[in-house]
Structures are given as C-alpha cells and as structure tokens.
C-alpha cells in the first residue's frame, strides 16, 4: 500500500536477485588473467571468443545483397517459409504428422517465447493446472509456468547425485503419479544441466507411461545437432514420440544451433491426433501472440529460413554443426584426461558419457565460492559450460576443481 499521497507508487516493489547477472558483473570486474567463464550458455571458440557460423555469414550477405528484402510485419505466427523448414528439421520430412497435415508451427521469440506461449495456451485455453518439471532443470522453465498461472508445479526426479547418473528409475517412479492431464516438460537431447540423456529403451518407456496416463508432453529443443553433431540423432525422442501418435508442444530455439543468441529465432510446434483441431488451435494461439507482443522479429528468422531453404548452405551449416559437437566432445575428453592425470578423487567417466553444452559436476557451494575466491573461475553452482574450456586453460581448470574437491569436503 502507499504510504502517503506523495509516496512513490513503487515504493514497496522488492528487487529480485539475478545470480546470472552477478556473476557477469563479478567476471567482468575481475582483472585476473587466469579468469575463467564456466557459467556462460552460449557457445564460445577455442580463442574463447563468440563464434559465428559461417553458414550464417553468408547466410546474412545474401539477405543484404537482394533488394526486395523489406522490413515489413510479419504474421503474428510468422511465415510459412520459416515455420515449415523448422518442422520438417525436428521431425523430418517423411514425419506422418507432416503427411497428415495435422502438425503447424509458429514462429515466437526463441525457445523461451514458445515456452510461454504453449504454457499460457495450456492455461489458459485447455485449463490445465499441473506440470511436471525434471530436478534440475534450467532455471527459466518454473519460472515460466508459474508466471501464465500453473499453481501446482511438482518435479521428477532426473539427477542421482551418488553415481553422477541419470536417474531414470526415480523419474518414472514420479510419472506414474503424476494425475491425469499433467504436462511434462522434457528435454529433447542435451539435457539442461546434466548432460543426460535416455536411452532409446527408456524413452519407450517413458512414452509408454506418458500415454497411459494421459498426460500432456512439452519438449524443450535446444541442441539438435550439437548435442551429438547429428541432426537427426538428436532428434530421436520427438520422433519417437510423434511416430507414437502421441499430441505434443514442443518449443524449439534456434539460438545454439545458428549462433543467433539476440535475434531470438524460435518456433513452437504443434503436432495433433487429427487434422480437424489445428485451425482452432492456431487461432487461439495466434491470438495468445496478438495480445501479447503483436508480431515477431524478422532478422533471425529470415537467416534461419534462408538457410534450411538453401542446399548448399543447409549442408555448410550442417558441417558448421559438427565442428562445434566434436570441440564440446574434446574439451569433455581434456578435462577427463586431466582428472586422470592428477588422480582427482572420485569417479569422472560421467564428464565423457554427459553430452552437450554442459556437465552437471556435483561441486558443493563451498567448493563453487572455493574456485572462484582461489582460481577466479565463475561457475554456476554445480553447472560448467563445456564451452568456457580451451586446451589453454583445460588443465588450470581441471587442477583447480581438483583443489576444491580435495580441500573441501562439503
């Protein structure tokens, strides 16, 4: 309430902690030359510097040099010429829910505008209260259902912090309980934080177990294609899934796989039991976007379209992908190669066996603070960014962990 009539009418609004934020100021005012960024989510070059791909370069020369390229306002959904080349990506091009004509996308504000956008659609439109999140998981996605009205937000089990596994037996466990109607929201490859991912049995599994129950699945795609540098492999759940018949959002960000951090290309696709549901579905969510921000940002979206839509820049970028999967793959293999080497208390096959941008390395806060008051590298909590390595700090990292671990219990 306000104090008095002159009061300000914030004046009682509390700030919000951003740890993210902090540990880019920290990082920033930090002078060490031996500083390192182990919390940051994009992918960096082994000068440890922004990559842009060079299927994206040329991509943006040909943008620049036709002229009838415009500046004009999108569809509220984006352009068919986006959205159809972004499906048929994820779930290829002789996905029956393509030949069925019962799958659409649309074009939102990258991975976490098509989160929220399925989110407040389930809300709002379907009445649907439940969701079932992984522990741990990225840290945006509570966040997001909580913010479109989701009351009740329970977690499934994912992590066995013992074995530094995934631990699949608890998450169906969780599943099984889960009430009817419940939303899901699983990690397509490349699990954010872990690295872990299912088995192809135990996505069967899971799949099984989801249908039974009747449960409502949202994927979350990040990493096609550098997870594994295959776009395809890491295609497989929502595949499976989709082959399954089974109903399914799935938010899919293009600001990994193309470097386009800022231009927040994404899409969110819908894939149905029958036809005859996409028109409504479609309004609805259009109408979602049309109250929310009117239309989405072209720049992004036209480099990602003119990509897919160009042989021979979709197979450079497809090669593009698979130098950035093997340099992840090598930096895993150094810091396990130096674990060996200084005979790091513990088990560390789990950094080689996790895929992705990340590792989930099980540190304590203490031996967070440890690295960072000691050895001046910034991490989040028990998350590092494969990236932030190079084979120029590989073994200053990998020594410093090894401090924490041996000094630091707990």
Not at 195 to 209: E, K, R
Not at 303 to 331: C, F, G
Not at 367 to 381: D, M, S
Request: charged share 20%.
């Amino acid at each position: 309430m306000l104090g008095n009539i002159s009061s300000s009418f914030f004046v009682n609004v509390e700030p919000v902690p951003n740890r993210v934020s902090n540990l880019f100021q920290e990082f920033g005012e930090d002078t060490n030359a031996s500083k390192v960024n182990l919390f940051i989510g994009t992918y960096l070059s082994e000068e440890n510097q922004p990559y842009i791909l060079p299927a994206v370069r040329r991509a943006e020369v040909k943008i620049f040099e036709n002229i009838t390229t415009d500046h004009e306002y999108l569809s509220p959904c984006g352009q068919n010429s986006y959205t159809k080349p972004a499906i048929e990506l994820l779930l290829g091009k002789d996905s029956i829910a393509i030949k069925e004509h019962r799958v659409h996308g649309i074009q939102s504000l990258s991975g976490t505008g098509a989160l929220h956008i399925g989110a407040e659609f389930l809300h709002a439109v379907l009445g649907l209260k439940t969701v079932y999140i992984s522990n741990p998981t990225w840290d945006k996605h509570e966040g997001i259902f909580r913010r479109v009205g989701f009351k009740d937000i329970r977690s499934y089990r994912y992590w066995n912090s013992e074995t530094h596994s995934y631990d699949f037996n608890g998450m169906l466990d969780d599943l099984e309980n889960a009430p009817e109607g419940a939303t899901v929201v699983l990690h397509a490859c490349a699990h954010n934080p872990t690295g872990c991912d299912p088995t192809t049995d135990q996505w069967t599994q899971i799949a099984n177990t989801i249908e039974r129950k009747r449960l409502f699945t949202f994927f979350d795609s990040a990493y096609q294609g550098i997870a594994t540098g295959d776009l395809d492999n890491d295609a497989y759940a929502v595949r499976y899934f989709v082959s399954r018949g089974l109903e399914l959002f799935c938010a899919q960000s293009f600001s990994k796989i193309f470097g386009l951090y800022g231009e927040r290309a994404g899409n969110l696709i819908v894939v149905h039991k029958e036809p005859s549901t996409v028109k409504a579905v479609a309004d609805q969510i259009r109408n979602i976007i049309m109250e929310t921000y009117l239309t989405p940002p072209e720049h992004g979206a036209r480099i990602v379209e003119t990509i897919l839509n160009d042989n021979e820049l979709y197979e450079e970028w497809k090669q593009n992908l698979r130098v950035m999967a093997r340099r992840i793959k090598t930096s895993r293999k150094s810091l396990y190669d130096e674990f060996i080497r200084l005979k790091t208390p513990g088990s560390w096959d789990y950094i080689i066996d996790q895929i992705g941008m990340f590792s989930y390395t099980g540190l304590s806060e203490n031996q967070v603070r440890h690295l960072k008051g000691n050895f001046h590298i910034y991490t989040r909590e028990k998350r590092i960014a494969m990236c932030g390595l190079n084979q120029s700090n590989v073994a200053y990292v990998a020594k410093a962990i090894h401090s924490a671990i041996t000094s630091i219990r707990n």
